[in-house]
């Protein structure tokens, strides 16, 4: 035993000595980090919702959602849900990750082919990973490449007839970019594809009333062309859980089948009850959104103006590039002093090192100068 213990030492040091060394933090200053995008898990109307939620027999699920864990609130909320984003039905589960993960799972074997961008979350890639899947990576919002390999599959008479899955995040959660998602349908249509994606970084923020990126290029015939779709309650609607967004024998086989689901302790009965406020408030969010639309763009025009290298995003998601490792922590430590919470991103999360800004609603236009002014100064420092 004492090998092991002194083989993990080991490898720590090593992770340290290459400065990705991680550690948890409690949260400090203006936040720039997170992503409770319209600021509600800060909402005194959340808040009031939660503890008027709270009974007696409420406290816990005590059980999986086919054991003892259901409750009507759950129901509830995936049938509002499921309307909301223009869907036959809907599943609540735990949380993003477990959706992900378990939806891929479930719907994936050693026979399916899964295209999945390169730069897609961890909880898809682990899902491809468990499903057994052959996995086929493509280029970055690069769809020309996944129509080549689309198109190679289709041909080859050994992966000819087996089924083929599309994957891709609407808004990518470390870059802030967006892919062609009309192109995306008549791909899956050209293919014969089922198509998966994932709107928690989007949802809230985007399309009518917040439901989503989809709803900002798509009509609602192509809307309903997509198979699963996949959201949390941990963004937007500043809660915690995951839903996925499917037809009604969709969700009745992953209820069956989805085993992240069946031997998962049920999420807490509060959630479901307080996400219908949450949903509603989404739904109210306009000056909100406006809001941070407008922020967001004051930051990337105001960083490219200043010189500093950002991803190219054009959402309220913007990754400031970093040169190494070292000094995006320094960075990050700098602008702790200035009062700022953001927080370096590192390999292996991200190929390249970053400052990942996350804009809320409730950051005024002057916090934003001011942050445009520290990272001037910052540089100015690490400079001399």
């Known amino acids: 035993m004492k090998a092991h213990w002194e083989n993990l030492r080991s490898e720590l040091d090593q992770i340290k000595s290459k400065d990705l060394y991680r550690e948890c933090k409690e949260f ?66 735990s949380t993003g990750y477990v959706a992900n993960m378990g939806l891929l799972d479930t719907i994936a074997d050693s026979q ?7 730069l897609n979350h961890a909880s898809i890639l682990d899902g491809i990973r468990i499903s057994r899947a052959n996995k086929k ?57 089922i198509l998966v994606l994932d709107e928690a970084h989007s949802f809230g923020v985007f399309g009518r009333e917040g439901r989503g990126m989809i709803f900002e290029s798509l009509t609602a015939s192509e809307v309903s062309e997509i198979e699963y779709r996949v959201y949390t309650l941990g963004k937007s609607l500043g809660l915690e859980g995951g839903i996925i967004a499917t037809s009604k024998i969709g ?27 949450a949903l509603k408030l989404v739904q109210e969010a306009e000056k909100q959104r406006a809001h941070l639309k407008e922020i967001s763009k004051c930051f990337r025009d105001g960083m490219i103006q200043a010189g500093f290298q950002i991803a190219p995003s054009t959402t309220h998601i913007i990754p400031v590039l970093m040169p190494s490792e070292a000094i995006s922590l320094q960075y990050s430590k700098l602008l702790s ?27 005024t236009m002057s916090e934003i100068e001011s942050l445009l002014g520290a ?10």
Request: charged content about 30%; glycine content about 4%; hydrophobic content about 40%.
């Open 337 to 363: 002093e200035f009062g700022f919470d953001i927080r370096a991103i590192r390999p292996p999360t991200v190929p390249t090192s970053r400052l990942r800004v996350s804009l809320n609603a409730l950051i």
């Open 28 to 93: 400090e200053g203006l936040d720039f980090c997170s992503n409770d995008y319209l600021g509600l898990a800060r909402s005194k109307v959340l808040r009031d919702a939660l503890a008027l939620s709270i009974t007696d027999n409420t406290t816990g699920s005590t059980a999986s959602r086919l054991v003892k864990g259901h409750r009507k609130g759950m129901e509830d909320f995936e049938t509002k849900f499921a309307e909301f984003v223009e869907s036959e039905s809907s599943l609540l589960v």
């Open 251 to 277: 969700r009745e086989y992953l209820i069956n089948r989805m085993r992240a689901f069946i031997f998962s302790t049920a999420p807490l009965p509060i959630i479901s009850i307080t996400a219908l406020s």
């Open 375 to 384: 990272f001037k100064k910052i540089r100015e420092k690490i400079s001399d």
């Open 137 to 193: 990576y493509y280029n970055h919002l690069d769809l020309d490449h996944l129509e080549s390999q689309l198109a190679k599959a289709v041909s080859e008479q050994s992966s000819a007839r087996k089924k083929r899955i599309i994957v891709s995040e609407t808004l990518f959660s470390m870059d802030g970019d967006v892919p062609n998602i009309k192109r995306l349908i008549e791909i899956k249509r050209k293919y014969d594809c």
């Open 112 to 118: 399916t082919y899964i295209f999945t961008d390169r």
